[in-house]
């Protein structure tokens, strides 16, 4: 065995010498499909969930996240909640480095959050720091950065002060905006820090190379706590929005993971792949978000009987076949205490809860408020979506759905991704197609997206003093009073159809059988340090 052992290394040797294969083939390096072109690699500038994935490989926060999505310590090797809940102490690893040598000190953590908070910033992800300390004020200019609740002390010892008890806490420290950054990098190269020739990183990879609509390569970090445990030597990001291209792709060996499958090769392939296909439930709910800012969807009738026109169970039984369930309330179920607060129609006995009607009987109703309210016909909805098979699928069947029951055109608009962020950002829409999967597990992840002073993030244009006050109130409160405000909250977004929920989001996913260490999760979680090639 020894023998055989040394002569196949020499040969592969002797040919990568001689350039007559890749180099792969001497190292392991996991090729991923990951959907879009990343907009960026500024954890505090990114939207998507593939973004995240590149990120998440490279910066890690004070937690981290287990092959099955299980929460583990990630920079911080301990930590401390104090009896009120309100302060978290989290002890850095000593032997924790960043890429260039440096130590990983709680200064990296004051900087990045600081950074993510500060209004100049404009990061979408500001108002997931609302528990901590003047986080609010700050980043919309009512206090300094420096009133910020947290701290270091020394510099491996990182406090933060929340405004309340939150019990979610840890769970949100895992998240992509909450990493480490090495001040000095972005300070000497503000616009391109997150290059290549300028990368600093302290997660178990660091970028080598970035071609925009090609690929982002990562190669593994020496300098990681960790790196004896990481079995890969680089991961290769391919940016394929073309569902049939990827699974072609995959099909030829050119991909080990696929970032989903095209919906119409579903059923063949769970017959003739069963090895490859994972599939599993995730915390996110696809909907359509109307543009509460404009006329007509600025009344809550209009939106409501688009919604009610939508025919959810078509949608999963014929277009996706995922193993979607149909959605009518925005938080999806989940294992707790929280009940998700559903769409809401009246009936002949009273509001019943709008999944318990037929299809007809809610294009009754919807047909109902159009005669109410004087709708125009006249004048075409526009559905913005961005460039994906699926999608797109979807947007004619329910530009179809309104046609045949409430008589109205459509007009589909498709965008590449940057173009379709943009106009998000700008609301230049009448109805827009959105996905948001959880950046932690717990209902606040979904209801805070639509607070009024979310931002961008609150695509809709969502503006309710009375749903903010719940939200407000839920942070105050731990146990049942706190899931009672988190309720009463979705019961008014769904009460007023800010939004049109489709269905409940499945991950599914080709899985080479030579890659090892990949496991199923909620939150579908992949850090490709887990994972390992088997030839």
């Given at each position: 065995?020894?023998?055989?052992?040394?002569?196949?290394?020499?040969?592969?040797?002797?040919?990568?010498?001689?350039?007559?294969?890749?180099?792969?083939?001497?190292?392991?390096?996991?090729?991923?499909?990951?959907?879009?072109?990343?907009?960026?690699?500024?954890?505090?500038?990114?939207?998507?969930?593939?973004?995240?994935?590149?990120?998440?490989?490279?910066?890690?926060?004070?937690?981290?996240?287990?092959?099955?999505?299980?929460?583990?310590?990630?920079?911080?090797?301990?930590?401390?909640?104090?009896?009120?809940?309100?302060?978290?102490?989290?002890?850095?690893?000593?032997?924790?480095?960043?890429?260039?040598?440096?130590?990983?000190?709680?200064?990296?953590?004051?900087?990045?959050?600081?950074?993510?908070?500060?209004?100049?910033?404009?990061?979408?992800?500001?108002?997931?720091?609302?528990?901590?300390?003047?986080?609010?004020?700050?980043?919309?200019?009512?206090?300094?950065?420096?009133?910020?609740?947290?701290?270091?002390?020394?510099?491996?010892?990182?406090?933060?002060?929340?405004?309340?008890?939150?019990?979610?806490?840890?769970?949100?420290?895992?998240?992509?905006?909450?990493?480490?950054?090495?001040?000095?990098?972005?300070?000497?190269?503000?616009?391109?820090?997150?290059?290549?020739?300028?990368?600093?990183?302290?997660?178990?990879?660091?970028?080598?190379?970035?071609?925009?609509?090609?690929?982002?390569?990562?190669?593994?970090?020496?300098?990681?706590?960790?790196?004896?445990?990481?079995?890969?030597?680089?991961?290769?990001?391919?940016?394929?929005?073309?569902?049939?291209?990827?699974?072609?792709?995959?099909?030829?060996?050119?991909?080990?993971?696929?970032?989903?499958?095209?919906?119409?090769?579903?059923?063949?392939?769970?017959?003739?792949?069963?090895?490859?296909?994972?599939?599993?439930?995730?915390?996110?709910?696809?909907?359509?978000?109307?543009?509460?800012?404009?006329?007509?969807?600025?009344?809550p009738k209009i939106r409501q009987a688009l919604?009610?026109?939508?025919?959810?169970?078509?949608?999963?039984?014929?277009?996706?076949?995922?193993?979607?369930?149909?959605?009518?309330?925005?938080?999806?179920?989940?294992?707790?205490?929280?009940?998700?607060?559903?769409?809401?129609?009246?009936?002949?006995?009273?509001?019943?809860?709008?999944?318990?009607?037929?299809?007809?009987?809610?294009?009754?109703?919807?047909?109902?408020?159009?005669?109410?309210?004087?709708?125009?016909?006249?004048?075409?909805?526009?559905?913005?979506?961005?460039?994906?098979?699926?999608?797109?699928?979807?947007?004619?069947?329910?530009?179809?759905?309104?046609?045949?029951?409430?008589?109205?055109?459509?007009?589909?608009?498709?965008?590449?991704?940057?173009?379709?962020?943009?106009?998000?950002?700008?609301?230049?829409?009448?109805?827009?197609?959105?996905?948001?999967?959880?950046?932690?597990?717990?209902?606040?992840?979904?209801?805070?997206?639509?607070?009024?002073?979310?931002?961008?993030?609150?695509?809709?244009?969502?503006?309710?003093?009375?749903?903010?006050?719940?939200?407000?109130?839920s942070a105050k409160t731990t146990g049942k009073?706190?899931?009672?405000?988190?309720?009463?909250?979705?019961?008014?977004?769904?009460?007023?159809?800010?939004?049109?929920?489709?269905?409940?989001?499945?991950?599914?996913?080709?899985?080479?059988?030579?890659?090892?260490?990949?496991?199923?999760?909620?939150?579908?979680?992949?850090?490709?340090?887990?994972?390992?090639?088997?030839?």
């Amino acid at each position: 065995m020894l023998k055989k052992s040394m002569f196949t290394s020499i040969a592969i040797c002797t040919q990568i010498i001689f350039g007559l294969c890749d180099t792969a083939l001497a190292e392991k390096i996991l090729k991923r499909g990951n959907g879009i072109e990343p907009q960026s690699l500024d954890p505090q500038k990114t939207t998507g969930a593939a973004e995240g994935k590149i990120i998440l490989d490279q910066l890690e926060g004070l937690l981290s996240t287990a092959a099955d999505g299980a929460l583990i310590p990630g920079a911080a090797e301990k930590w401390e909640i104090s009896e009120d809940g309100k302060t978290y102490t989290f002890f850095l690893r000593e032997n924790a480095k960043w890429s260039n040598g440096d130590p990983v000190k709680a200064e990296d953590f004051v900087y990045a959050w600081r950074r993510t908070v500060d209004p100049k910033t404009a990061s979408t992800w500001s108002y997931m720091f609302y528990p901590i300390q003047n986080a609010k004020e700050i980043s919309t200019g009512e206090k300094p950065l420096t009133d910020l609740g947290v701290k270091s002390d020394g510099d491996y010892k990182f406090i933060v002060t929340l405004n309340e008890p939150t019990p979610y806490l840890l769970t949100l420290v895992a998240h992509q905006s909450m990493v480490p950054l090495h001040q000095k990098t972005i300070e000497s190269n503000p616009d391109r820090w997150m290059r290549p020739e300028s990368m600093v990183s302290n997660g178990a990879f660091i970028i080598s190379e970035w071609a925009p609509q090609s690929y982002v390569k990562l190669k593994k970090n020496p300098a990681y706590w960790d790196a004896a445990n990481v079995k890969l030597d680089g991961v290769i990001f391919y940016p394929i929005d073309d569902r049939q291209a990827e699974y072609k792709r995959f099909k030829a060996g050119d991909l080990d993971l696929t970032f989903t499958v095209p919906t119409e090769q579903i059923e063949i392939i769970k017959k003739d792949m069963p090895a490859n296909y994972k599939s599993n439930s995730m915390y996110a709910t696809y909907y359509y978000a109307f543009n509460n800012t404009r006329v007509p969807f600025d009344n809550p009738k209009i939106r409501q009987a688009l919604s009610l026109a939508i025919d959810r169970e078509k949608i999963v039984l014929q277009i996706t076949k995922g193993d979607e369930n149909p959605a009518y309330s925005f938080v999806p179920p989940a294992e707790g205490d929280y009940a998700p607060q559903e769409m809401q129609c009246q009936s002949d006995s009273g509001l019943v809860p709008c999944k318990s009607l037929t299809q007809e009987q809610r294009n009754k109703i919807a047909q109902d408020i159009f005669k109410e309210v004087g709708y125009n016909k006249a004048t075409p909805i526009e559905i913005v979506f961005n460039t994906d098979d699926s999608n797109k699928k979807i947007a004619i069947a329910v530009a179809g759905m309104w046609k045949k029951v409430l008589g109205v055109e459509t007009m589909l608009t498709n965008k590449e991704w940057k173009v379709y962020l943009a106009s998000k950002e700008k609301r230049e829409y009448d109805v827009f197609r959105q996905r948001w999967i959880a950046d932690y597990k717990d209902p606040s992840a979904f209801l805070s997206l639509f607070r009024s002073d979310t931002g961008i993030g609150n695509t809709p244009g969502h503006f309710s003093p009375k749903y903010d006050l719940y939200l407000d109130e839920s942070a105050k409160t731990t146990g049942k009073k706190r899931i009672e405000n988190l309720a009463n909250a979705e019961k008014e977004l769904m009460s007023n159809f800010v939004i049109a929920p489709i269905y409940y989001f499945v991950t599914n996913s080709l899985v080479s059988e030579k890659v090892s260490g990949y496991k199923t999760n909620a939150m579908d979680h992949h850090l490709s340090r887990w994972i390992d090639l088997q030839e």
